[in-house]
């Protein structure tokens, strides 16, 4: 496809059939990974690996000289793209401010945008989402808007010139899956950029939902860091993806109130 | 003299750029350019007195007592 670059050397075959185009980048994944909660870097690396991503998010903090390590050059030595957040913003102001840092530190003017509205429940405060999208777009930020799963204000962030926008399955770390499938598939059906299923993924059947409902990609973190064995269940989430988006190209069958057989009525035995 | 880095007093050679003082935090050497001499990815941004200082700008940028600094680079998160 002109104007596209093929990053990373991760994809399968199947995957590199169907790449996930965003910002003109092809990538072989359709599962962009977060690093938080993640025990150790070497365990982390294996299960980023293990997930076949090709996209990870990263927070910025105040530099440590004691860290040991860095994750910038894990991502770097692995062949994965960095996708900066602004997690822990709770302005706009803060916002812009930390992915104009993310941008100088990391060279990409790809950034998760994350502004939320309290500590309790971390859902994204509306308000500030907005400003904070507008901002950043006229800057020359491509806005990846993790966003409610609110049809109106996703459309709001698509016109407002966001690169792609993440609807929340459920609150970050919940793991409670999609509570409002039926939100998810009106914003896909509205959108003209990609969507993203972002928070609440549990497990990996939560992952092939979205991508039947019709979304471009799925966002996680903690379901795999935080999981009992992190690599097998990244692992797992590679292949859920896939699963759910062949689904939804293939066409499912529709519900029905009765049961319909599959085997034919004609020609059975008769016993006397 | 005296500045604040992320947070806490730091003490400068009076006349000391944003390089020498991300130089010395890091202990990377850094070329005029804000890279890294060795080739590899720095991943640190500064900000001074709440502005981002630009890589570039950072040969150039006197640091000032008193100055607010912030040093921040990619960390593990969602």
Same mark, same amino acid.
């Given at each position: #496809?002109?104007?596209?670059?093929? *990053?990373?050397?991760?994809?399968?075959?199947?995957?590199?059939?169907?790449?996930?185009?965003?910002?003109?980048?092809?990538?072989?994944?359709?599962?962009?990974?977060?690093?938080?909660?993640?025990?150790?870097? +070497?365990?982390?690396?294996?299960?980023?690996? *293990?997930?076949?991503?090709?996209?990870?998010? &990263?927070? #910025?903090?105040?530099?440590?000289?004691?860290?040991?390590?860095?994750?910038?050059?894990?991502?770097?030595?692995?062949?994965?793209?960095?996708?900066?957040?602004?997690?822990?913003?709770?302005?706009?102001? +803060?916002?812009?401010?930390?992915?104009?840092?993310?941008?100088?530190?990391?060279?990409? +003017?790809?950034?998760?945008?994350?502004?939320?509205?309290?500590?309790?429940?971390?859902?994204?405060?509306?308000?500030?989402?907005?400003?904070?999208?507008?901002?950043?777009?006229?800057?020359?930020?491509?806005?990846?808007?993790?966003? =409610?799963? +609110?049809?109106?204000?996703?459309?709001?962030?698509? =016109?407002?010139?966001?690169?792609?926008?993440?609807?929340?399955?459920?609150?970050?770390?919940?793991?409670?899956?999609?509570?409002?499938?039926?939100?998810?598939?009106?914003? &896909?059906?509205?959108?003209?950029?990609?969507?993203?299923?972002?928070?609440?993924?549990?497990?990996?059947?939560?992952?092939?939902? *979205? #991508?039947?409902?019709?979304?471009?990609?799925?966002?996680?973190?903690?379901?795999?860091?935080?999981?009992? =064995?992190?690599?097998? #269940?990244?692992?797992?989430?590679?292949?859920? &993806?896939? *699963?759910?988006?062949?689904?939804?190209?293939?066409?499912?069958?529709?519900?029905?109130?009765?049961?319909?057989?599959?085997?034919?009525?004609?020609?059975?035995?008769?016993?006397? | 003299?005296?500045?604040?880095?992320?947070?806490?007093?730091?003490?400068?050679?009076?006349?000391?750029?944003?390089?020498? @003082?991300?130089?010395?935090?890091? /202990?990377?050497? @850094?070329?005029?350019?804000?890279?890294?001499?060795?080739?590899?990815?720095?991943?640190?941004?500064? $900000?001074?007195?709440?502005?981002?200082?630009?890589?570039?700008?950072?040969?150039?940028? $006197? @640091?000032?007592?008193?100055?607010?600094?912030? @040093?921040?680079?990619?960390?593990?998160? /969602?």
């Amino acid at each position: #496809m002109a104007g596209t670059t093929v *990053a990373g050397a991760a994809g399968t075959a199947q995957q590199a059939a169907d790449p996930f185009i965003v910002d003109g980048v092809a990538l072989g994944s359709r599962l962009i990974t977060g690093t938080g909660g993640a025990p150790s870097l +070497d365990g982390l690396g294996a299960a980023l690996i *293990a997930s076949g991503t090709e996209l990870t998010t &990263v927070a #910025m903090r105040r530099y440590s000289p004691a860290e040991t390590g860095s994750l910038f050059q894990l991502l770097v030595d692995h062949n994965i793209r960095v996708l900066p957040n602004t997690a822990g913003c709770f302005t706009a102001r +803060d916002a812009v401010m930390t992915a104009e840092l993310a941008r100088e530190a990391l060279e990409t +003017d790809w950034v998760k945008l994350e502004v939320i509205a309290d500590e309790h429940t971390l859902l994204p405060d509306a308000v500030e989402l907005v400003d904070a999208t507008e901002q950043l777009v006229n800057r020359g930020f491509k806005v990846f808007a993790y966003t =409610n799963d +609110d049809p109106v204000l996703a459309l709001r962030l698509e =016109n407002l010139g966001a690169t792609a926008v993440m609807p929340l399955g459920s609150p970050i770390g919940t793991g409670l899956g999609i509570l409002n499938p039926h939100n998810i598939e009106l914003i &896909v059906s509205r959108a003209s950029v990609p969507v993203v299923l972002d928070a609440g993924i549990g497990t990996a059947s939560d992952a092939a939902l *979205a #991508m039947e409902l019709g979304c471009d990609a799925v966002l996680l973190a903690t379901a795999v860091t935080r999981a009992q =064995n992190p690599a097998m #269940m990244g692992e797992a989430f590679k292949h859920a &993806v896939i *699963a759910g988006r062949l689904a939804r190209a293939a066409g499912r069958i529709p519900r029905r109130e009765h049961a319909l057989a599959s085997s034919a009525m004609e020609g059975r035995a008769e016993f006397l | 003299m005296n500045i604040t880095l992320n947070g806490t007093a730091h003490a400068v050679d009076d006349g000391a750029s944003v390089t020498t @003082l991300v130089s010395q935090v890091t /202990g990377r050497n @850094l070329a005029p350019n804000g890279q890294a001499a060795d080739g590899q990815k720095l991943g640190v941004a500064v $900000a001074r007195n709440s502005e981002v200082v630009p890589r570039s700008q950072w040969f150039v940028t $006197a @640091l000032a007592e008193g100055d607010d600094v912030e @040093l921040v680079t990619a960390v593990q998160g /969602g």
